[in-house]
């Protein structure tokens, strides 16, 4: 395992990777700090050197497009959740009862939040992203005024709704631009984003 450090607007953030890919970002102090690191070796290795260049396009307010390759360690339930969380738009937000009826109409939003707070690559992996059902910022590891930090950075817009399509295919319906993405849950790919009139029908074939 090897770690580098960043200095973040925000504060110090920790950085470690294995031979596989990114493992963790940590701010200081954060909950959670540097678990599971065994032994780690101060080195910048290419994908340590990748995770600063995209945090560095992200703390100037810009989207960065290609993630750092992710090594995620967790349970399988954990993964499934951190999965979802990297649908969430740039700049939008879903609530733990969203992400938890996405994988099951009877999955607990305490579930959906336990696995959240475990997340060990923060910001990439952007659980900031996650609120509770009356728009709270309700918990996070790293500390509530980061999190609002990182959604101002976003130039978050609150207005999110999520509609169930067909299966597992779901749309994230933002209101006030009328734009809604698509994306299947196991789908490794981006979402599909488009510009359609609110109360629309959208047809699937499959």
């Known amino acids: 395992m090897y770690i580098q450090y960043y200095d973040s607007p925000l504060g110090k ?3 470690a990777a294995d031979e596989i890919g990114l493992i963790g970002v940590w701010f200081e102090n954060q909950k ?9 070796i101060e080195k910048e290795t290419a994908v340590l050197k990748e995770t600063k260049e995209w945090l560095n396009l992200y703390f100037k307010g810009k989207e960065p497009k290609a993630l750092p390759k992710m090594h ?3 349970t399988e339930f954990q993964k499934k959740v951190w999965k ?3 649908k969430i738009p740039y700049g939008k937000t879903m609530t733990y009862k969203d992400i938890a009826r996405m994988i099951s109409p009877n999955m607990a939003a305490q579930a959906v939040g336990s696995a959240v707070g475990h997340n060990k690559i923060s910001i990439l992996i952007p659980c900031h992203r996650v609120i509770g059902s009356n728009n709270s910022l309700s918990g996070y590891a790293g500390g509530i005024e980061r999190k609002e930090n990182l959604l101002k950075l976003e130039k978050k817009d609150w207005d999110l709704v999520l509609f169930y399509i067909w299966k597992d295919i779901h749309v ?9 993405s698509i994306f299947h849950v196991e789908s490794k790919n981006e979402p599909l984003e488009i510009a359609v009139p609110r109360g629309s029908y959208l047809s ?3």
């Open 84 to 86: 979802l969380l990297l």
């Open 72 to 74: 995620l360690i967790g």
């Open 204 to 206: 699937f074939n499959a």
């Open 13 to 15: 953030i920790l950085l």
């Open 172 to 180: 994230l319906w933002y209101d006030k631009y009328y734009l809604c």
């Open 32 to 40: 959670y700090y540097a678990s599971g690191l065994k032994e780690p």
